[in-house]
């Protein structure tokens, strides 16, 4: 019983441990921080923000997904030994991992919504969060308002 106390100290060390250090891309944080939050920030108009909502479902559909395999591989997988856990941790992993790179992918898919301004204030802010940005060519929007 001792031993698998231990291991599972060993899973969550190895599940959390990743995570602490690979964060230092800039996420806008699509599907976690509220639609509203993103859109007030980066002053979206109309069809950007209708985009955004449109990702944010899209992601945390994709998530949910991922979460319920999860919770199958642990209802299903066998935990009675070390080597049993090292197999169950990998495979959660892989599936944080897939977490990871579905949140990436939407942020970008994002940002290149964005205008010129809209992206500039993106990088300031990865800056002042000590953060990586995506790099992304920002959208040239034709202005609605016409000259005079």
Excluded: W
Excluded at 23 to 34: R, Y
């Amino acid at each position: 019983m001792r031993t698998l106390s231990f291991c599972i100290s060993i899973l969550i060390c190895i599940l959390f441990n990743d995570g602490l250090t690979a964060q230092d891309d800039c996420i806008l944080g699509v599907g976690i921080t509220k639609d509203e939050t993103i859109i007030d920030v980066f002053q979206l108009n109309e069809d950007q923000a209708e985009q955004l909502i449109n990702f944010s479902a899209e992601l945390k559909y994709r998530n949910e997904l991922l979460n319920n395999q999860a919770a199958n591989i642990l209802k299903r997988h066998p935990q009675s030994s070390a080597a049993e856990l090292m197999v169950l941790a990998n495979k959660y992993i892989g599936i944080r991992d897939s977490m990871e790179h579905i949140q990436r992918m939407i942020d970008i898919k994002t940002l290149k919504l964005f205008n010129e301004k809209q992206y500039i204030r993106y990088l300031e802010l990865c800056t002042e969060a000590y953060r990586q940005p995506f790099r992304v060519v920002p959208t040239n929007y034709q202005d609605s308002i016409p000259p005079k």
